[in-house]
């Protein structure tokens, strides 16, 4: 099995920063990708970042410029920093992790979330 948390949730003021952490444990033989996705009140989950074993990295248009995705691989963590955070940006931020637990399986597996407050 595999466990996923998240941590660094808060309240901010706009303008503001955070950084949420995600790290993965349990039965991992390799992570493909990770990846932060939120969902704010009445709306869709959406993807906001993610990044992948190779090293790519993609952003939702409403974070580039303003959120940065790490990742490091030897402790199954990723890492998002955000700078300049709008009230829109309030949301249940949640990480998740393709992991494959064997040679040829792999599965998707999410944290309980995490809420980000952005308000003054």
């Known amino acids: 099995q595999v466990q996923v948390v998240e941590s660094g949730g808060a309240l901010v003021q706009p303008g503001g920063s955070l950084r949420l952490s995600c790290a993965a444990s349990?039965?991992?033989?390799?992570?493909?990708?990770m990846a932060w996705y939120r969902q704010a009140p009445g709306k869709q989950r959406e993807l906001v970042a993610n990044?992948?074993?190779?090293?790519?990295?993609n952003y939702a248009d409403s974070v580039k410029g303003r959120f940065t995705i790490s990742r490091v691989n030897a402790q199954n963590t990723v890492y998002l920093q955000m700078n300049s955070l709008k009230p829109e940006d309030t949301a249940v931020y949640s990480c998740s992790a393709d992991v494959y637990s064997t040679t040829t399986d792999w599965n998707r597996y999410w944290g309980q979330g995490t809420q980000v407050t952005v308000s003054s």
């Open positions: 349990g039965s991992i033989f390799r992570i493909i990708a």
């Open positions: 990044t992948n074993a190779g090293g790519s990295i």
